[in-house]
């Protein structure tokens, strides 16, 4: 099995986007950018035990039906904003994949043509408390939001806390808002339902009152608060 690039092949690549594919069933599971060894990293996690959840949960299934994941780069030779575009598009383009993050310019991605005219049609959202935006993938659309939006992310706890209300964000349109009462260690004590992602965070709360939902949700985020090419999914609003 190749687990890493010859000398010299990997420097002639420079950014490049793969895809992990399932060999049982040939489903793409994961989509990722990177440069150098980057796209075998994930099974060299999965095989020191390291940061389990969905993305290494299938890669140990493999494993252990006797399989090796099929490894595919799906475009070389791109600089980097180039890169996380077509990342951005690939996710948009095979649902179900294990991402937690929606990737960069997400916003712009994949919808039908009655949500091009929402999302442009939408009045501005008008940010008056202390918020944190967490742009949703499209997996959002099968599980629960409320799951979706508060399970795992890389942030600061001491930040997330500040936070008055927690805005879901798909494409640039808010979706749903909630109240987090605490940020937890994304850890199997502390959410059984999930499978623990080491180094990550989620949230206890609820859906915000209705009155919260009348002014956020439905809304769209203010051109300042956007960035073309951006991959961090989280944003603070009115929160140092």
């Given at each position: 099995m190749l687990d890493g690039f010859p000398t010299g092949v990997a420097e002639q690549l420079k950014s490049y986007v793969y895809r992990l594919i399932?060999?049982?069933?040939?489903?793409?599971f994961y989509v990722g950018k990177g440069i150098g060894n980057r796209i075998f990293a994930h099974v060299r996690?999965?095989?020191?035990?390291?940061?389990?959840?969905?993305?290494?949960?299938?890669i140990h299934q493999i494993h252990a039906a006797g399989f090796e994941v099929a490894h595919v780069i799906h475009r070389h030779g791109m600089n980097e904003t180039t890169a996380y575009e077509v990342e951005s598009a690939l996710i948009d383009a095979y649902p179900g994949l294990t991402n937690i993050a929606?990737?960069?310019?997400?916003?712009?991605?994949?919808?039908?043509?009655?949500e091009i005219v929402n999302r442009y049609q939408a009045t501005p959202a008008e940010f008056v408390h202390r918020l944190l935006l967490i742009n949703v993938n499209r997996s959002a659309e099968d599980a629960s939001l409320y799951d979706a939006t508060r399970y795992a992310w890389k942030i600061s706890p001491a930040k997330a806390r500040k936070a008055e209300f927690v805005l879901a964000v798909r494409h640039g349109m808010i979706i749903d808002a909630f109240t987090?009462?605490?940020?937890?260690?994304?850890?199997?004590?502390?959410?059984?339902?999930?499978e623990p992602v080491s180094g990550r965070y989620a949230f206890i709360g609820e859906r915000a009152s209705e009155e919260i939902r009348r002014l956020y949700v439905n809304k769209r985020v203010p051109d300042e608060y956007r960035k073309r090419g951006a991959a961090n999914p989280i944003r603070y609003i009115n929160i140092r």
């Open positions: 399932d060999p049982r069933n040939g489903e793409t996690a999965s095989i020191d035990d390291a940061e389990p959840g969905d993305k290494l949960s299938r929606s990737g960069a310019g997400s916003e712009f991605g994949a919808m039908h043509a009655q987090a009462t605490d940020w937890l260690p994304a850890e199997r004590n502390h959410f059984p339902e999930f």
